[in-house]
């Protein structure tokens, strides 16, 4: 049996998680590239950095941030591959992160590091789901469903990282647009249908760039939403889902990355949400 670690080892290893933090925080506000925590001697486990993740919001509620939901990451099995990275992660999004699209003239990419441009399903809840619903209970906590794009970025070179890395990074969070926003209750069984069946279309100037579906994400934007519900539920950490919150399910697309003057747009079929459009500056 491995010997129970000393209080002095847990006091080691909260200043060591306290420096990532500081670190993770002062590269992603810096736009600063920074070597993976991964691959450094003393490493990262996800369950590390599971514990950073409460140090970086205390970090940005220190500068003024109000957090206001939770994006979910890698819910889209066909990019684990390329990121080398095979579970979901989770990061905040702030009241500073987060816009309506319809008040967004261009998005300035100058505070993102390598950004990129992912579509996603964007709820709001209006209940505390728990981990005990199936996705039709789960529906009852929706308040809304919206298409919307996230803008993710990396901290770390190339975008080459562990699944550890991108939860210190906050993952990878960098911007969330939401486009109109509609009442899930009232339609909560067409909801329920078309949100695991639509496909979407994403482009830039008019090109199709890439063709998504609903699938990608662990099997739809609902199982996304209930794959969190669980995660948290285990988790001694961090808080579980509260009502009001906003919850980003993961991208439907390959993520992409954007330039300045670019206009980007998604157009879903197969479910009654309005197509997007957005500006790069």
């Known amino acids: 049996m491995p010997p129970r670690a000393t209080q002095m080892d847990q006091d080691e290893n909260a200043e060591a998680l306290k420096a990532i933090a500081a670190e993770a925080f002062a590269s992603l506000v ?91 399903i964007v709820f709001g809840l209006e209940a505390a789901p728990s981990a005990q619903m199936d996705e039709t209970a789960l529906m009852s906590c929706i308040a809304w469903v919206a298409l919307g794009f996230e803008i993710v970025q990396s901290i770390y070179p190339e975008w080459k990282f562990s699944a550890a890395d991108t939860i210190a990074a906050n993952g990878v969070h960098g911007a969330l647009l939401i486009g109109p926003r509609h009442p899930f209750g009232p339609r909560a069984a067409e909801w329920q249908r078309t949100l695991s069946a639509f496909e979407i279309d994403l482009k830039c100037g008019g090109r199709l760039v890439d063709r998504g579906r609903a699938a990608n994400v662990l099997g739809g934007p609902l199982s996304a939403l209930r794959h969190l519900v669980g995660l948290l539920a285990t988790d001694p950490i961090n808080p579980p889902l509260a009502a009001g919150e906003i919850v980003s399910t993961g991208t439907l697309t390959k993520a992409m990355p954007v330039a300045s003057g670019e206009v980007w747009t998604a157009a879903p079929s197969g479910i009654a949400l309005d197509a997007i459009r957005l500006r790069f500056s």
Not at 62 to 76: D, E
């Open 30 to 120: 810096g736009t600063k590239q920074i070597p993976p925590f991964s691959s450094r001697p003393r490493g990262l486990s996800v369950d590390d950095a599971y514990r950073v993740t409460p140090l970086v919001r205390q970090m940005y509620e220190a500068g003024g941030a109000k957090v206001l939901g939770r994006k979910i990451g890698f819910t889209n099995r066909t990019i684990w591959e390329q990121y080398g990275v095979y579970a979901p992660i989770w990061g905040y999004v702030f009241d500073r992160t987060v816009h309506d699209l319809v008040t967004v003239e261009a998005l300035p990419l100058k505070p993102f590091s390598q950004p990129r441009i992912e579509p996603e």
